[in-house]
């Protein structure tokens, strides 16, 4: 549900702890808890290595390498995770006139876990590229990237707040996901499912222990499910609905805003055209037909996401979408 943000004027960041005197320079803020591989501590010009038991301060921004892992307790029992190939930069905010403590994050890219401790909940707040998010007595997954955030509630209720928009958006029902663009809009809640598997990219999610982002996904067969697990594979948001309004069920985005390199293979029977073609990100080519071309003569068939792109539902079709590969095994005659 989204609503009007009323407390814009909060620190947009993660505020992990209040306590009730001023901070000393380079206070010590938390412990590393746990650390694998590859975990750096940056503070201006100087990095340093953080090993379990090491002292966590003020300004620093923690950095993991590949197959790499930090789990960071801070003084009042709250935890952050940060995956592989991720980056947070933690800040100490002394207040004088509430005589309190916030630690400030900036997560800039990644994957990472929030718990909270033992502080009220409008001590939390999570700050990443798109917005910010306060809690409510959470367990929280975010995977932060260039143009988007997705964030998973496990326990607890979030609030979040796009900057471009400053409307407020409830996650209040554990096991469900939001994910924020740049412009500001918001797809979701739609369920995060929790069986999310086989998934290639360049950063491991805490909660699923497997890799979601950024490089094209495998192609595998769609479910009547709207989830997140539809989302990452193939394209479909929480909000995607066929024109008909009939099953949603479509595989990876067939709008040819989304595709180049395509080239016509023949004129099917049924008068729709057949064509190879890649998608803007990937190198994997495919083969099926253009929604635009198929929303002319089967608008049934045609699936308009909340992201504004057409897909086509091919089991309407009595089709198939095909890598390029596929298409030539079954037609080598």
């Not at 876990?113 to 409008?122: E, H, I, K, L, W």
Request: glycine share 8%.
């Amino acid at each position: 549900m989204a609503r009007a943000a009323t407390t814009i004027g909060l620190a947009c960041a993660l505020a992990l702890a209040c306590w009730g005197k001023p901070a000393l320079a380079q206070a010590n803020i938390g412990k590393a808890a746990a650390i694998k591989n590859d975990v750096q501590g940056v503070r201006g010009s100087a990095t340093r290595a953080l090993a379990v038991g090491g002292d966590v301060f003020s300004d620093d921004a923690v950095k993991t390498g590949d197959a790499s892992l930090a789990q960071l307790l801070f003084l009042d029992q709250t935890t952050f995770t940060v995956a592989a190939n991720s980056q947070a930069v933690l800040k100490d905010v002394y207040r004088p006139k509430e005589a309190t403590h916030q630690l400030v994050m900036n997560a800039v890219t990644g994957a990472f876990r929030f718990v909270s401790g033992v502080q009220s909940p409008q001590h939390y707040q999570v700050q990443f590229p798109q917005g910010y998010l306060t809690v409510r007595g959470t367990i929280v997954d975010f995977l932060v990237s260039a143009d988007r955030t997705i964030i998973i509630l496990d326990e607890g209720a979030a609030t979040v707040v796009p900057y471009a928009t400053r409307v407020a958006h409830d996650l209040d029902r554990p096991g469900t996901a939001l994910v924020v663009y740049n412009d500001g809009h918001v797809d979701g809640p739609m369920t995060a499912d929790q069986t999310i598997k086989k998934i290639n990219g360049s950063i491991p999610f805490p909660l699923f222990g497997n890799t979601i982002w950024p490089t094209q996904q495998p192609l595998e067969e769609a479910d009547n499910r709207r989830d997140l697990l539809d989302f990452l594979e193939y394209g479909l948001s929480s909000g995607s609905q066929s024109r008909s309004g009939g099953s949603p069920i479509a595989p990876l985005p067939s709008d040819y805003r989304l595709k180049h390199a395509i080239v016509l293979l023949k004129h099917l029977d049924n008068g729709l055209n057949l064509y190879r073609y890649r998608y803007l990100w990937s190198d994997a080519e495919y083969v099926g037909v253009l929604a635009q071309e198929v929303e002319k003569t089967r608008p049934d068939a045609v699936v308009q996401g909340a992201d504004g792109y057409l897909r086509v539902d091919y089991v309407r079709l009595n089709m198939q979408l095909l890598t390029w590969d596929q298409w030539r095994a079954a037609n080598k005659d």
